[in-house]
């Protein structure tokens, strides 16, 4: 367990009324040197990407269980269902912009704290806010990129959005071996990328902070990051709307928005927004 014997259970409030909270994780932030943050959907909803709960979000529309890597890889109508949704949510994916929360990651890097950013994300909205890629884990890829799982040659994805979008194309191939081209984000039954995963783990056993946002903490193997980190003695922050599965876990737990609360975190730091 961390230093902090207590836990801080209270809304923010708009007005930054919380005091206590923010207070609290302020100062484990402002003591910190080597923080992992460790990023799900919540962080992105405030950029107009919806989360696997929100409705109208891909998975009321689309069901998971038809749509596995096993089948991906046996079934070209598996494929043609895949590309039909990716083509769907690409777009948006593309257009969004960051909001507050992914600035205040940047703004912790910028500031020489952090170990490691995390990110459960396919959206890419972290690199673009500025987060550098040599401290980011995309450890369930980026939806932004595209690559043959045959063979390994990346594919454009703008291009062949384009192509999908005007009906030239239904099911890409491999312009390198004809082989099967997939969005480079992990599908479920999709093996984790081992570097990735390793990366991950190795800092979250490492840092002497970890601060997780937006994330319900029930996808495995990253909602076992923060287990990692509380077993090695880093404290932890959770900000998150509603309740999450590692909530026992967590010395400061702040129940708002992800971009009103990562500000108030800031500033209760010391840390200056870019
Ligand atoms: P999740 O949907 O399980 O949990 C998101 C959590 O964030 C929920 O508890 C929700 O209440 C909370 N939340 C939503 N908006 C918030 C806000 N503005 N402020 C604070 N909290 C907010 O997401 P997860 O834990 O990341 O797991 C889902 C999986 O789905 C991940 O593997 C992820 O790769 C994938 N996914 C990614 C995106 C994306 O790239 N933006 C979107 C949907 C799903
Ligand atoms: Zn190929």
């Avoid at 994300?121 to 045959?150: F, M, P, Q, Y």
């Amino acid at each position: 367990m961390g230093v902090w014997a207590h836990r801080y259970d209270q809304r923010v409030n708009a007005d930054g009324s919380s005091g206590e909270a923010i207070a609290r994780a302020g100062k484990l932030l402002a003591r910190a040197s080597s923080v992992v943050v460790l990023t799900g959907a919540g962080i992105s909803t405030e950029s107009g990407i919806p989360d696997f709960r929100s409705p109208g979000g891909l998975w009321t529309r689309y069901d998971p269980r038809k749509l596995t890597f096993d089948l991906f890889c046996a079934y070209e109508e598996t494929r043609a269902q895949y590309w039909k949704m990716s083509t769907e949510s690409y777009p948006v994916l593309r257009d969004a912009e960051p909001n507050a929360a992914h600035r205040a990651v940047v703004a912790i890097e910028k500031a020489g704290k952090l170990l490691r950013l995390v990110t459960q994300n396919v959206d890419g909205l972290h690199r673009k806010a500025g987060s550098s890629a040599e401290r980011t884990t995309e450890i369930h890829g980026c939806s932004l990129r595209a690559g043959c799982i045959d063979c390994g040659e990346r594919a454009d994805r703008e291009a062949l959005h384009r192509r999908l979008v005007a009906g030239e194309l239904v099911v890409p191939t491999c312009e390198a071996c004809g082989g099967r081209v997939k969005p480079a984000t992990i599908s479920f039954g999709q093996a984790m990328p081992e570097f990735e995963t390793a990366q991950a783990f190795e800092a979250a056993s490492q840092c002497d902070l970890m601060l997780v946002i937006g994330s319900s903490l029930v996808v495995y193997p990253a909602a076992s990051l923060p287990d990692t980190a509380v077993s090695s003695g880093a404290p932890m922050i959770i900000v998150n709307n509603e309740p999450t599965s590692k909530d026992e876990l967590a010395d400061v737990l702040l129940r708002g928005s992800a971009g009103e609360s990562m500000s108030l975190l800031l500033r209760a730091a010391g840390i200056a927004l870019p």
